[in-house]
């Protein structure tokens, strides 16, 4: 017999993720595809599958508060990608959203009175998600309902058991904070020290990056195991260039020089188009977007290195690793030149003291070698 | 700092700093060298003195047999180092390209195999010269700080862009970093030492040249 | 279902990748026959280069054996032409790949019907009968 949980006052149901899917008819079968997907989601090795199983059906649903400031909502577009589909829905339905101003439809102060009231109910509990980044210049660059971003920050993490800070705008500053930074843009964790943080940067992050990082809290109630800029290492542990099907490409000297030249279209390494795959960590090489279908480099342009800090100000999306970012040629003409009119002014100088001293120079006779 | 910051850094100002220090300090060397000028020789000249210098620049490429017979160690050496550093900064894709942006062209690059076997090859060649320079008594008696700090400097950016090309250690980004600034380093302490053999050596071999077509003799 | 629209070339040099899978593959059907032990793979988990994929599923082929789940989407599952090698692809209720496993087993677990859901069963099929029996209409 099914459990029937919803409740008589149409609050949602607080049960386990198990009775919550056993209440919605979702069949032992599909929970078991679910597992499966979701264990390729999180990266974690088939042997797993069965232990995940477990944990999620005995997982409490936790509540979530969606904060967003000053972001662009890509990250969110990239999360409803992948709530579009049932199988990754059903992650959606293991939490309890009670706060997310793009998609929610209150606003104003009934809004923000039910985000304090989830807040309260689930105090050190429920999990913060940011999107977007903070800025210190003045409050009121960025504010929702009147109140600025810095203060519902502050405010929201007290009573959060965890937060994730998705995309690199919530992680690392992102666009704002790039020269010139002209909102004194800061991240999440250079506000919040006293809370575990999960990093989950990309311009925006892959969707089941997002998705795997929730259902690795859920699944074992504890932060993934993250690396030395707070990023899971289950997503971010393997840099673009050692994960690229184009490597071979790379370790051959096969570039393309120009897009759309014949390298370009035989599939060729992007280096020299500027690449960042060398020094960006991501999970674009083996998890790919659109559900698996493609991802930057194989639709032939070079990774951005959007899921580290500061890539905009990187010298150039265009420009190579190996090429400076300023104008060499023109500081090492300029300092020649300089150079040149020093070097002809010293020499002068060392010219004047050689004839000065020849001047002085008094010659040695053979009387005075004789004397003793 | 972050990592990309330090990169950054390498890449944009420290690249600019690094090349007005090496730029002006070579320039200004060999204007020195040159306005220093030679005295007047007064004697007669029994042969032509720019063909014999500028064929002498070439020529003194191969030491001659009594030369090499005693320091054979170090002249071999010294050829496989310098050939392996000519091919790892000048033939390697990255380098060309780096070159390009400063100089307008490039050119073609050999494959990551051939540059890898280059370097290892170099990197034992450069720690076999400093075995030598320390156990062999004539050497280690005319070893100063100045010879191990160059033979440090020259050898820093070859491990390091090895081990950055591979990956062994910290993160991406940091060994990058860490390479490019070796290099900065290499290049702001260039003009104060003997790595100026570079451009002086041209100047020198001329010079001996010179003189002996000057006296009418071979050099 | 996912083929790529895009005229990539990708040469023999790609298949990097597929050797090392395929000897996995048949490594643990060696393991399957000595000792029973079954295997997944993620076919997620390794970077495969455009068509690399494609290889192999056209190495492994189709055999005897095809089933279709309806469980939140389709999911197909075959038997390849290698006995005790099986396909699984899940989709979502989109079309779109969601996860694509190669299982070595006799049967994937996936296919054999599960407890609670027999469970559930038993509780309907028996509150039916009985509803039919008494002649009551089932609220």
């Known amino acids: 017999m099914k459990k029937d949980l919803s409740k008589k006052d149409g609050t949602s149901e607080k049960g386990t993720l198990g009775e919550v899917l056993e209440s919605r008819g979702v069949s032992r079968r599909s929970f078991m595809k679910f597992c499966a997907t979701t264990a390729s989601m999180m990266a974690l090795p088939p042997v797993m599958i069965p232990m995940i199983a477990k944990a999620l059906e005995n997982a409490r649903r936790p509540s979530v508060i969606w904060l967003s400031f000053q972001e662009c909502t890509g990250c969110t577009e990239s999360l409803t990608r992948a709530h579009t589909s049932s199988i990754e829905s059903l992650i959606f339905d293991s939490i309890s959203l009670d706060y997310h101003h793009t998609l929610q439809a209150a606003a104003g102060t009934a809004a923000e009175a039910a985000r304090e009231a989830a807040m309260e109910e689930n105090f050190g509990n429920y999990l913060l998600v940011v999107d977007g980044s903070i800025p210190l210049g003045n409050p009121g660059y960025s504010t929702i309902a009147g109140i600025s971003n810095l203060e519902m920050l502050t405010e929201s993490a007290k009573g959060a058991a965890a937060i994730i800070a998705v995309g690199t705008c919530a992680t690392y500053g992102g666009i704002p904070h790039a020269n010139p930074n002209p909102t004194g843009a800061v991240s999440v964790k250079d506000i919040i020290t006293d809370k575990p943080i999960i990093n989950v940067p990309g311009c925006p992050p892959i969707p089941v990056v997002i998705t795997g990082v929730l259902a690795h809290y859920l699944t074992f109630g504890s932060l993934p195991e993250l690396d030395h800029i707070g990023r899971p290492k289950a997503f971010y542990g393997q840099s673009i260039h050692d994960r690229c099907y184009r490597r071979p490409f790379y370790d051959k000297g096969k570039f393309a020089e120009t897009f759309d030249d014949e390298g370009a279209r035989k599939g060729w390494c992007l280096f020299k188009l500027g690449c960042k795959g060398p020094t960006t960590y991501n999970a674009c090489a083996t998890t790919k977007w659109n559900g698996g279908f493609s991802w930057p480099i194989e639709a032939g342009h070079p990774c951005l290195g959007c899921s580290e800090p500061d890539f905009w100000d990187g010298g150039g999306f265009y420009k190579a690793l190996s090429m400076p970012t300023e104008n060499l040629s023109q500081t090492a003409v300029y300092a020649a030149a300089g150079a040149a009119a020093a070097g002809a002014a010293i020499g002068a100088l060392n010219r004047g003291k050689k004839n000065a001293s020849n001047k002085i120079h008094i010659k040695t006779t053979i009387d005075d070698l004789r004397k003793d | ?219 | 279902m996912n083929t790529s629209p895009f005229n990539i070339h990708t040469g023999s040099e790609l298949t990097w990748n597929v050797q090392p899978l395929l000897f996995e593959v048949r490594h643990a059907l060696e393991e399957l026959l000595d000792s029973g032990e079954t295997s997944i793979i993620d076919l997620r988990s390794i970077p495969l280069a455009p068509g690399e994929e494609e290889t192999i599923l056209k190495t492994l082929g189709q055999g005897e054996v095809h089933a279709r789940l309806s469980a939140l989407g389709p999911s197909e599952i075959y038997e390849t032409r290698y006995a005790g090698v099986w396909l699984i692809t899940h989709y979502n209720e989109e079309q779109a790949i969601v996860s694509r496993f190669i299982e070595i087993t006799k049967i994937p677990d996936i296919l054999k019907s599960q407890q609670e859901d027999m469970s559930s069963a038993l509780a309907e099929l028996t509150q039916a009968l009985e509803s039919q029996e008494l002649g009551i209409q089932d609220t």
């Open chain 2, 1 to 219: 700092m972050t990592e990309i910051e330090l990169l950054s850094w390498a890449r944009g100002p420290g690249l600019q700093i690094a090349t007005i220090i090496f730029v002006a300090g070579v320039v200004i060397r060999i204007f020195e060298i040159l306005l220093l000028g030679r005295k007047a020789n007064l004697a007669e000249s029994k042969g032509p003195e720019m063909s014999s210098g500028l064929r002498t620049v070439i020529t003194r490429t191969l030491p001659d047999r009594t030369t090499f017979k005693r320091s054979s160690v170090t002249i071999v050496l010294g050829y496989i180092f310098h050939i392996g550093l000519f091919i790892v900064c000048f033939l390697s894709a990255p380098h060309i390209l780096f070159l390009r942006d400063i100089i307008g062209f490039g050119w073609p690059s050999l494959p990551t195999q051939v540059i890898d076997a280059v370097a290892v090859v170099t990197i034992i060649a450069l720690l076999a010269t400093l075995v030598n320079r320390l156990t062999n008594k004539v050497m280690r008696y005319l070893t100063n700080f100045e010879d191990l700090l160059t033979w440090f400097l020259t050898f820093l950016p070859l491990v390091t862009g090895y081990i950055a090309f591979h990956r062994i250690g910290m993160t991406a980004p940091t060994l990058l970093a860490v390479h490019i600034l070796s290099v900065e380093l290499l290049l702001v302490v260039f003009p104060f030492t003997k790595l100026m053999h570079a451009f002086t050596l041209f100047i020198a071999r001329w010079y001996n040249g010179a003189i002996s077509g000057y006296r009418g003799v071979a050099s």
